[in-house]
Antibody, heavy 120, light 107 residues
């Protein structure tokens, strides 16, 4: 059973860079069968897709966040990372990593999520 | 803003049928997934490729398409079905779109 675990600081100051990692267990992030995505959810609101990364390292980002986002992978640690620069209070949310399985084009596995608050 | 449109809330009595809609431009050309999210939990995949259920998802969850509207149907609704429901699709640029979510209240 694949497991995704997000980790990172729970508090980030405005204008700084948010950095999160997602550690994947029981599945290889190098597999061509999956994409790896970051999704966020402000309190009481819907899900917002941030972006994804292929096994090749290619990325696709939400156009509304593209100028501030970088998603990368570290195959040596089987981790997917998210960097979001110049954060504001509007970036306060629970951040999830999720696996997209090409067998059915489905997001079949999600981490438990990590709350990031942007505040001074 | 969200690329897909869902009603903010739906109410249903236990044992009855709940229908949650999701509309979007050209949605009939894209595969739609549905997720359940209980309070404080991560999303759970209920439906993929418009109508397919992953193993372990009860048969009372089903889905269909009507033109550019996807419909999630919960038959014989249980109180534990209370929560938020999200639709999701891919657009032609391989961007992921979510609906704004629908809060299902079972009372």
């Amino acid at each position: 059973q694949v497991r995704l675990q997000e980790s990172g600081p729970g508090l980030v100051k405005p204008s700084q860079t948010l950095f999160l990692t997602c550690t994947v267990s029981n599945a290889s992030i190098s597999s061509p069968n999956y994409y790896w995505s970051w999704v966020r959810q402000p309190a009481g609101k819907g899900l917002e897709w941030i972006g994804l990364i292929y096994s090749s390292g290619n990325t696709i980002y939400n156009p509304s966040l593209r100028s501030r986002v970088t998603i990368s992978v570290d195959t040596s640690t089987n981790q997917v990372s998210l960097r979001l620069k110049s954060v504001t209070a509007a970036d306060t949310a629970v951040y999830y990593c999720a696996r997209e399985n090409h067998s059915g084009w489905r997001f079949d596995s999600w981490g438990q999520g990590t709350l990031v608050t942007v505040s001074s | 803003s969200y690329g897909l449109t869902q009603p903010p809330s739906v109410s249903v009595s236990p044992g009855q049928t709940a229908n949650i809609t999701c509309s979007g431009d050209n949605l009939e050309d894209e595969y739609v997934s549905w997720f359940q999210q209980r309070a404080g939990q991560s999303p759970l995949l209920l439906i993929f490729q418009d109508t397919k259920r992953p193993s372990g998802i009860p048969e009372r969850f089903s889905a269909s398409m009507s033109g550019n509207t996807a419909i999630l149907t919960i038959s014989g609704t249980l109180t534990l079905d209370d929560g938020d429901y999200h639709c999701q699709a891919w657009d032609k640029n391989n961007y992921v779109m979510f609906g704004g979510g629908t809060k299902l209240t079972v009372l």
